[in-house]
């Protein structure tokens, strides 16, 4: 295949040694870029494939020279094959006997509900393969995944029992002589946790918008070249806990966007889905046949958001008599409707996302209840919508893929595939005709439903919806809030807000930046976490370290803080807030906190100690987002629980004990870093500073100590920081237009590692690649938010 201009600038990149991050859009040609960069060289390469199936084939296209193969594949090639007996051993073991195993033996009463032996196994056998998906290092609360049928104080409950028990199962798993199932999983997270040195001279990763966490670490800890390629619009599996790395990965960014699948037409419908997706990525159709957008009566495949509409699809098929598959076949759905059968008739279930539910009037009730029910809604949706006598029928009647005339898939399982004829089911657009911007993760889904399709494609289903989403320009987000209306934070999340744009032309690369930030992380320990909290609020944990930070340099939480206690108490709409009498007391309480926390600096007779100082911060902390979102989130809110006769003390006991711990961890990291910054005269100690660009974009930064801007980064994967965090803090740096603070460092600090990490400001934006003076680059910045401002009213 002769190479594209794009291809052949990619393979040449690559031949120069560059880290890469490929870019490359559905249908352009992806793997035989690959396959170049393979020939360019005879070093010794490694490609790692989403799946089994796609490392085979790539074995049959890579030379000699490159190994192929998946992460799991890498794994028991290392250590897993040690462990082969296990697993032929356990691959059927019943879950009676992995509770026997675990020594589980009788229900468990959690409020109303009671899990049997079978389930209580089901979810400590679940805790530890989201553990293995994980960069953790040891088992931990959070990893129980949701529990149908019980509210957050009982999953919580649920996940203090069974952690011993799932801590132990991974030891026994980790055991030569262990009993319990063993998983291919398994043998991933043990083989990541020895830190492997991959034996290659560059790596090639493949799909690397939906990595798994390990995986991700163990790419971005070797030495060798790196590629990553993948599409961010095509990012899907979030859901799953799949990460897209490319976007802060430390290589050059390189787009392939020729695409060979399709033609102009099909093209012209991606682009549109790829501008809603806030991506800046434009394909050409570019195909040997050419494409068309028409109605297709019985096409090769229709795509579908959910099972639901799935279902409606293929009934409409067998009405027809027309042969139908559904891909995935219709195990699952069969599944499902047997347990509704067995809720209906009033006896329990073992279908684990259903079986603490006593009927299905449980179940209906408790998905429209709980907001975080998602997948459950959607079985609910597909039950009651179809019966399921009638879900049984339609699967019996279903035709296995190879002998159907159509196929039909959700978009989920639809990725990596494409048909000749294609058409969109309707389930994407709402049944109301209100002029309306899709959010980002909706176009993604669009976007890869779309481009599945060779040379029809039907987007009738879509079509009205895609007619609705044109009313939101490019110049604004999903809600239609104009871009350059956004604080700092928020333009950086689209590449074509005024912010994003300047720092892209200016400052074109972070991913230098991102390099050397990753080799000062180098060696750092694990970050410290909570452990025995099931969802801690990492959030609210980020804003109670900030405070904590700038006490102790000090200096008051800040004038977000009090804006929020003045705004809670005001008579001005507030989303989502309380009656007036529980906004007066709550006003009464946030002023309260501000005091005491005031008179900590002010009054040396009314020190606190640390366990209440925590405990203030944290509540003050929901106070600043009722400020800075412009609502009052019921939601894993503190505020929430108050009503006119709370009070401040019993407010400040309601605080969970993790964040006291969690807090109490992170302040003595910070001891050594932050007593040189404590000791400079309190005119060099600036929290929480404005700039002079800060009327133009809303932007304050947490400290400047002795000339040093300090970002500070509560977070607990370091790894992760990439192109947003850097840009943010150019941001702050670039919008000291008059240079008040004289700022001569950046750095950024590690909250839950301790570390700070510095750079000169020349050597920072030597770096990020400026070409002109920083007094420059800040008039520069300042005329082009000016302009953005004017052509925002004139628009």
Known sequence: MKATEEQAAARDSFASGNDLALVAGAGTGKTSTLVMMGAASRRRGMYIAFNKPIAQEARTRFADNVY??????????????????????????????????????????????????????????????????STDQQVAARHLGTVNGLDDQGQQFLAG??????????????????????????YLKMWALTRPRLHADYILLDEAQDTNPVLEEVFLAQDAQRVCVGDPSQQIYEWRHAKDIMSGF??????????FRFGPAIADVANHWLRAATSTMQLTGHAAEPSRLT?????????????????????????QNVPVALVGGGKPLLTIAKAAIDLQAGRRTSHHDLALFSSWDEVREYAEQDSAAADLKAIVELVDTYGPQQIIRTVQRMTDEAQARVV????????????????????????????????????????????????????????????????????????????????????????????????ACHLPRPERLIANYLRHTRGLPHPVQPLNERRPDYAALGHTIDYRLRLSLGSDPGLAAIAGVDLIGSTHPVDGAPAPAVRANLHTIGTSVLNRLHAHLTDRNRLLDDDELTRLCFITGFFEA??????????????????????????????????????????????????????????????????????????????ITGGVLIDCKAITRPHRLG????????????????????????????????????????????????RIPLSAMRTALREHLSRSRVAGREG
């Open 723 to 770: 192109r947003e965090e850097v840009q943010q803090i150019a941001g702050y740096l670039l919008l000291d237009y008059d240079n008040r603070y004289d700022i001569h460092e950046v750095a950024f600090y590690l909250s839950r590692q301790g570390a700070l990490i510095r750079w000169t400001v020349p050597e920072f934006l030597n770096t990020l690649g400026a």
């Open 161 to 186: 029992v069974l952690l011993p028990r799932a801590r132990w199962a991974w030891d026994d798993v980790c055991s030569p002589n262990g009993t319990l199932p063993f998983k291919h999983d398994h």
């Open 68 to 133: 192929c193969s998946t992460s799991h594949g890498l794994a028991y090639r290392a250590l897993g094959g040690r462990f082969k007996a296990r697993l032929d051993a356990s691959r059927h073991m019943p879950l009676w006997r992995t509770a026997q195993l675990l020594g589980i033996d009788r229900d468990l009463a959690v409020g109303s509900r009671r899990l049997k032996p079978t389930t209580l196994a089901h979810q400590v056998m679940e805790m530890v393969r989201h553990f293995c998906y």
């Open 295 to 319: 109605e297709v009566n019985v096409p090769d495949a229709v795509l579908c958001r959910g099972n639901s509409d799935a279902l409606a699809e293929v009934l409409r098929f067998l009405d």
């Open 626 to 703: 009722v400020y800075r979102n412009g609502v009052f989130h019921r939601k894993r809110n503190l505020l929430a629980h108050v009503d006119e006769h709370t009070t401040v003390n019993s407010l400040i006991s309601a605080v969970p004990s993790y964040v006291v711990d969690d807090i109490d961890e992170q302040m003595k990291l910070a001891e050594e870093p932050f007593a040189p910054l404590r000791n400079l005269p309190a005119d060099k100690r600036v929290c929480g500073p404005v700039f002079a660009g800060s009327a133009d974009v809303k932007a304050d930064a947490d400290f």
């Open 408 to 503: 039909v898939s959700t978009v989920h399982k639809a990725k990596g595939r494409e048909w000749n004829r294609v058409r969109i089911g309707t389930g994407f657009t709402p049944l109301d005709d209100a002029p309306r911007a899709v959010h980002p993760a909706a176009a993604r889904l669009i976007y890869v439903a779309v481009t599945r399709a060779r040379h029809l494609l039907d987007i009738t289903g879509i079509k009205r919806l895609q007619a609705q989403s044109t009313s939101a320009t490019a110049d604004t987000t999903a809600n239609g809030v104009p871009l350059a209306q956004l604080p700092l934070t928020g333009q950086l999340k689209y590449p074509r807000s005024p912010m994003s744009t300047f720092l």
């Open 250 to 259: 430390p290589g050059q960014r390189m787009e392939l966007t020729q695409s």
